[in-house]
């Protein structure tokens, strides 16, 4: 049976390549996509949605629209210099043709949910104010869904925006603190296994070549990404974060995870950084072990991955 996902999104050049995998692999149904801010602005997001889903031949997959900002904090610019101003290395886009669902993401995963109770697995690669939205509207929700994939926090490797803190947690770590300690079935995908996926050059001709249209936007738009690794992080290449996460859903035997507790710092200077305390694990004082228990990948074989990827896509 497929994997009935909604994924959430923020797109950004390493969302594309996954939602790219979400819109062909045989295993999995999608349901709908719904966006964020975060590597752009949210109505950037959503156009790059519909567009993608276009380009596809894949009209019929629904495209909500969700959170603008963060639930508390004030938002912080969207990273241009990293994924070019319209989200895709500043190329240029056909016309997109296609409209948003009516519905909010937060009420479009609501229903989803709601129709499908234990077949719907969320999978989330951006700032995750949609699920905590949801959560706010529908409590109810965490005893329905199938499972919730987060591509996000840093377990041993790290920050990528502060020394501690993962980009869609520090975007907005009140709503990330609802999501990873709200009792549903989780699974964290962070840096500690992002880090380790490196997605070439080769493999992108391979993609290019067999995605068509969407391919040569998939291709043209990691040129800009790629160039932002090399330069800032001395990397051939660029790390496919968002595929990673479908990549644990479809071949989770290639990471290995650990259960555990999280939380979510939410002030001060090491606001956004994920604490991850592992399953009985004794420490000097119970709190960090008080959250529901969830899922970390700690490894992964990283070749493996991107292999993986573009052999989806090619």
């Known amino acids: 049976m497929p994997h009935s996902i909604i994924f959430d ?37 959503t156009h790059n949605a519909l567009l993608l889903a276009q380009l596809a031949g894949r009209d019929d997959v629904p495209v909500a629209q969700g959170a603008a900002g963060p639930l508390v904090k004030a938002r912080h610019p969207a990273p241009a210099h990293i994924h070019g101003a319209n989200g895709l290395g500043d190329i240029q886009l056909p016309e997109v ?13 609501v229903d989803t949910i ?15 104010g949609n699920l905590a939205a949801a959560l706010q509207l529908d409590p109810a929700i965490t005893e329905k869904v199938e499972r919730v994939v987060i591509m996000g926090g840093s377990i041993r490797e790290g920050g990528n925006v502060t020394p501690v803190a993962e980009a869609n947690m ?12 709200a009792g549903w079935p989780l699974t964290l995908v962070g840096l ?33 990404y790629r160039d932002f690794y090399r330069e800032f992080l001395g990397i051939d290449g660029c790390c496919p974060h968002d595929s990673c996460a479908l990549a644990w859903l ?3 035997e290639l990471f290995t995870t650990a259960p555990g507790h999280l939380n979510v710092v939410t002030r001060g200077e090491a606001e956004g950084q994920t ?9 000097i004082a119970p709190r960090w072990s008080q959250t ?23």
Do not use: K
């Not at 043709?97 to 995963?109: E, K, L, N, V, Y």
């Not at 770590?173 to 300690?181: E, I, K, N």
């Open 9 to 45: 999104t923020d797109p950004g050049v390493d969302d594309a390549q996954a939602i790219a995998i979400a819109l062909r692999h045989p295993e999995i149904e999608l349901l709908g996509l719904t966006t964020t801010y975060g590597n752009v602005d949210v109505d950037t997001a």
């Open 250 to 252: 479809l071949r989770p």
């Open 275 to 283: 604490i991850f305390a592992p399953e009985g694990r004794a420490f």
């Open 114 to 128: 709601n129709a499908r109770p234990g077949e719907v697995t969320l999978v989330a690669v951006g700032p995750v």
């Open 192 to 224: 500690d296994v992002t880090h380790r996926c490196v997605l070439s050059e080769s493999h992108m001709e391979r993609i290019a070549a067999g995605q068509g249209e969407l391919g040569r936007v998939l291709a043209d738009s990691y040129a800009f």
């Open 292 to 314: 529901p228990l969830v899922e970390a990948c700690l490894e992964v074989d990283g070749d493996a991955v991107v292999e993986w990827i573009a052999d989806t896509l090619a």
């Open 97 to 109: 043709t296609g409209q948003a669902d009516p519905r909010s993401a937060a009420q479009f995963i």
């Open 170 to 181: 520090f975007n907005d770590p009140d709503a990330a603190s609802r999501v990873l300690t």
